[in-house]
């Protein structure tokens, strides 16, 4: 079955862009959504954005001056990255398949923006 | 954008007890309703789509209901790998889908 695996540096500094990739594996990332949805310690989920395989994307609007996601077909691959971070965006980190609703989600990863 | 209203904030039940949790949408969202369940540590699992459909492999005693604005989410019989945080999502109106902000339920 599709699995979904999050990889990217656990700690940033302020100011600076936070990148995180997902890989897709046990099946293709073509004719789905992709999502990003993060996590903050002791808090709930908030949506981030989704990529459809194509490239056509969309963005949380609180959010959105901030963020980019891109995808990698050819490495079944798709990426977040968020700019001028601070430590609200201090969080774990998911991607997962949308459907409107999620029902694979990759582990998560820790991203601590600190200096 | 929609404000998905979870209530309560905590319930407490004992095991093999039935429990109620609650989600209200601040306006219509037809059908396009989810839940999920939360476990320390965890990512959240899907369990209930389309506001009362099973995910693949959900025990029957979790059940979804309702449409609209208001919908429910019952576990029939409250076994101990059931106590964790519950939320749902509405994925009908954008922008954005959005989550409630979740109902811990804990060990009466």
């Known amino acids: 079955q599709v699995q979904l695996q999050e990889s990217g540096p656990g700690l940033v500094k302020p100011s600076e862009t936070l990148s995180l990739t997902c890989t897709v594996s046990?099946?293709?990332?073509?004719?789905?959504?992709w999502s990003w949805i993060r996590q903050p310690p002791g808090k709930g989920l908030e949506w981030i954005g989704y990529?459809?395989?194509?490239?056509?994307?969309n963005y949380n609007p609180s959010l959105k001056s901030r963020v980019t996601i891109s995808v990698d077909t050819s490495k079944n691959q798709f990426s977040l990255k968020l700019s001028s971070v601070t430590a609200a965006d201090t969080a774990v980190y998911y991607c997962?398949?949308?459907?409107?609703?999620?029902?694979?989600w990759g582990k998560g990863t820790t991203v601590t923006v600190s200096s | 954008e929609i404000v998905m209203t979870q209530s309560p904030a905590t319930l407490s039940v004992s095991p093999g007890e039935r429990a109620t949790l609650s989600c209200r949408a601040s306006q219509s969202v037809s059908s396009n309703l989810a839940w999920y369940q939360q476990k320390p540590g965890q990512a959240p699992r899907l369990l209930i789509y389309g506001a009362s459909t099973r995910a693949t492999g959900i025990p029957a005693r979790f059940s979804g209901s309702g449409s609209g604005t208001e919908f429910t989410l019952t576990i029939s019989s409250l076994q101990s790998e059931d106590f964790a945080v519950y939320y749902c999502q509405q994925y009908n109106n954008w922008p954005g889908w959005t989550f409630g902000q979740g109902t811990k339920v804990e060990i009466k």
């Open positions: 046990g099946g293709s990332i073509s004719s789905y959504y």
């Open positions: 997962a398949r949308d459907e409107g609703y999620y029902g694979v």
């Open positions: 990529i459809y395989y194509s490239g056509s994307t």
